[in-house]
């Protein structure tokens, strides 16, 4: 359990996860910029999860005491998560991807936040995305507009149901992850939003810090991009998601909702449906045109103040 007030958050400890897959060219750069905190953590553990790169060796070069290296066969980011879990010391466990970065006030900004509220499940930050071929940046909201999520439980949890707004570097009681399970190692995709709404349906709040504080690598190698893997994904974790869990009527007619909204989804996006899946997929082509053109987003040529104080030049993060 987190005591709130400013003694009691002040004296919080923070273990940093970092799941690491083939992740040589990113991953020094996420460490250093966990270790790099105006807050200092109390480790970064990184959990190689069956890496076929020198991400391992790498790590193992690292001169600090607090960086700890887990070495696992590959079972994909939730198992790799757990370990990291099951071996924090940290009153909270921070995670950070292994080529994503943090701004130097994440973690305090984070502890602070947990300490604010009654019972807090997570606190979660807005973010930069950059490209790190040509150091462009933009701004990622996690509400969009408006941007302050609603305050209420309930309706946070409604707000969340209709589309997973809470980015990865979040940071969580390590008392709760023990309370809910941790992630679930059957999901492939979807993973976080699962764990978030299941902290949520336990009863614990959540908590978001504003920024954004975090820094998101934009490039065709993530997971993300594989719209028909995400897609079966979202509709795995919502049929995985227990009805009985959510606390009100109303949110169980969502979730039921939600279910069936994402099972369809899949069937499009996989091009089961006709029709409707050659609509899609003539939207899908005309979205990604309008990205690598430069239509969709407003990306800043120069990094923010904030960012470039951090890191410099973007296109460079990684050869430290």
Not at 28 to 47: D, K, N, W
């Amino acid at each position: 359990m987190i005591a709130s007030g400013p003694a009691a958050t002040s004296r919080l400890t923070a273990s940093v996860v970092i799941a690491a897959h083939n992740a040589q060219r990113t991953v020094r750069a996420a460490i250093a910029s966990a270790l790099g905190q105006t807050r200092p953590p109390l480790e970064v553990i990184v959990v190689d999860d069956g890496s076929t790169d020198a991400t391992g060796e790498l790590v193992e070069k690292i001169d600090d005491p607090r960086v700890r290296l887990l070495r696992r066969p590959n079972g994909g980011p939730s198992a790799a998560r757990n370990t990291g879990i099951a071996a924090a010391r940290g009153d909270c466990v921070a995670f950070l991807d292994s080529d994503d970065l943090w701004l130097p006030a994440y973690l305090q900004r984070a502890l602070d936040g947990l300490g604010s509220v009654e019972h807090p499940g997570f606190a979660y930050t807005d973010a930069w995305v950059f490209d790190p071929g040509s150091g462009r940046v933009r701004e990622q909201t996690a509400m969009g507009s408006p941007r302050e999520p609603p305050g209420e439980p309930e309706r946070f949890l409604a707000a969340l149901l209709h589309r997973n707004f809470v980015f990865t570097a979040a940071t969580v009681p390590r008392s709760v992850l023990t309370a809910v399970g941790g992630y679930d190692e059957r999901l492939r995709m979807g993973e976080e939003y699962h764990l978030w709404l299941r902290i949520l349906c336990a009863g614990y709040r959540a908590v978001w810090i504003g920024g954004p504080l975090a820094l998101y690598r934009d490039h065709a190698g993530q997971t993300t991009t594989d719209h028909v893997a995400l897609s079966r994904g979202v509709a795995d974790l919502f049929a995985r998601l227990d009805p009985d869990t959510l606390p009100s009527p109303e949110l169980r007619r969502l979730l039921a909702q939600r279910r069936a909204h994402a099972r369809r989804e899949a069937r499009i996006i996989a091009g089961e449906a006709g029709m409707a899946s050659t609509v899609r997929g003539v939207r899908n082509r005309l979205g990604r045109l309008r990205n690598q053109g430069g239509l969709t987003y407003t990306w800043y040529r120069r990094a923010p103040a904030e960012v470039a104080a951090a890191f410099g030049d973007l296109r460079t993060v990684d050869s430290g």
